[in-house]
């Protein structure tokens, strides 16, 4: 029998409370919620080397783009969709690079386990929206995928696998798309990755709640220099990694989605400010996403 939900057990990531009394929680290594210094140091490093590209890769100040591309599924899209409003309409477009721009690649239906595939609806749409004129995959630098790893729907609650084998299946799912996005996007450098908010109302809980060690066993796995998450130089698998802003939150009811799944306005407003303030705080994004 599957584990049931208890937010006595299953406290947010960010708290650092150890799960099962041995396995580590936080964001980063030692419980913590900080990057690693020398992580961050080869992070600045990485960005320092982002420049505006023309559509065959080459440096252009003028012209050319900084691209960053978003895959993910439906709460995925729907999220950076409303980021991408906001930063319009409270005129922060004006404090940014203005070569900066956002491709959302994110759909209706794509987790993880579809993702993987490495073909499909989100693999077809980044290709198209980067095959328009003045557009191309060689212009592609920043990746944000915030994704999830179970089905669509779960009408008959079936549990998600068990722990921690299936969060390891996850984190190698995660390091197979991650090295597809570098051999695809050759100038891809650095990768935020985002977990799913709080889904209690479809059955996923506490499997959600759990993707988080996926994510933390591979940013933690770079860290740590293991073979397969190189980031730089001949031996480069993958873009450089952190976490994205930690958004799940057991304390958001029914309110906060519109239909169970999908989030409701307040939802995405929530999500909007971590992202912003997680993007204006971060010192690996001072050399290419600000206004110089």
């Known amino acids: 029998m599957d584990e049931v939900f208890d937010p006595a057990i299953h406290r947010p990531f960010v708290e650092g409370v150890p799960y099962r009394g041995k396995y580590e929680t936080g964001l980063y290594p030692g419980g913590k919620n900080e990057i690693p210094k020398d992580h961050l140091e080869a992070g600045k490093r990485v960005a320092a080397t982002i420049l505006p590209l023309d559509v065959t ?3 252009d100040r ?10 993910g599924h439906s709460n995925c899209r729907m ?14 477009s004006s404090r940014l690079d203005p070569c900066f721009n956002i491709i959302n690649a994110a759909v209706g239906g794509q987790q993880l386990p579809e993702i993987v595939q490495l073909q499909g609806r989100v693999w077809d749409l980044a290709k198209n929206l980067l095959e328009r004129p003045g557009f191309s995959a060689q212009q592609v630098q920043v990746l944000f995928l915030h994704t999830t790893y179970h089905g669509a729907v779960n009408k008959d609650r079936m549990p998600p696998g068990e722990f921690p084998e299936r969060m390891k299946r996850m984190q190698h799912d995660l390091l197979t798309v991650l090295e597809h996005c570098a051999l695809i996007y050759p100038q891809l450098k650095i990768a935020y990755l985002t977990c799913d908010g709080f889904r209690y109302f479809t059955g996923f809980e506490p499997h959600v709640w759990r993707e988080a060690f ?22 480069r698998r993958i873009p450089w990694l952190q976490w994205g802003p930690y958004i799940w939150d057991s304390t958001w009811h029914a309110s906060y989605f519109t239909d169970g799944v999908h989030p409701a306005p307040k939802a995405r407003a929530i999500f909007i400010e971590r992202y912003w303030e997680h993007l204006r705080g971060d010192p690996v994004t001072k050399t290419w996403l600000w206004n110089r």
Not at 62 to 71: L, P
Not at 216 to 234: H, M
């Open 57 to 59: 890769g080459k440096p």
């Open 62 to 71: 003028k012209g050319g783009r900084i691209t960053a591309i978003i895959k």
């Open 79 to 92: 999220y950076f969709e409303a980021l991408e409003t906001t930063l319009l309409l409270r005129d922060w």
């Open 214 to 235: 996926g994510f933390k066993w591979l940013i933690e796995s770079q860290i740590k220099g293991r073979a397969g998450t190189e980031f730089e130089g001949k031996k």
